[in-house]
């Protein structure tokens, strides 16, 4: 299985990395602060709670990761 955790997913371009993902059929994992606001209307998508602000939320989201596709967010 190909993990590969996505963050910028509530922004045009992590969005669009995850539904091409979806699209041909690759499961994904999407890094949110909140992944309980997150509806999620496919089965290849799952969430977990990444905030960059927040670094005692980085080991939970990075376990069993392979692949990151990173989006920054504007300021820090």
Known sequence: MTNILITGY???VGSAVAKYLTS???PSIIGVR???KIMLSTEYITSRKL???DPT???S???DIKSV???RPPKL
Do not use: H, M, R, W
């Open 61 to 63: 989201a990075l376990k």
């Open 69 to 71: 596709f990173l989006v």
């Open 24 to 26: 041909i059929k690759v």
């Open 57 to 59: 939320t980085f080991q």
């Open 34 to 36: 909140s992944p309980a």
């Open 51 to 53: 905030d960059f602000e």
């Open 10 to 12: 509530t922004g045009n």
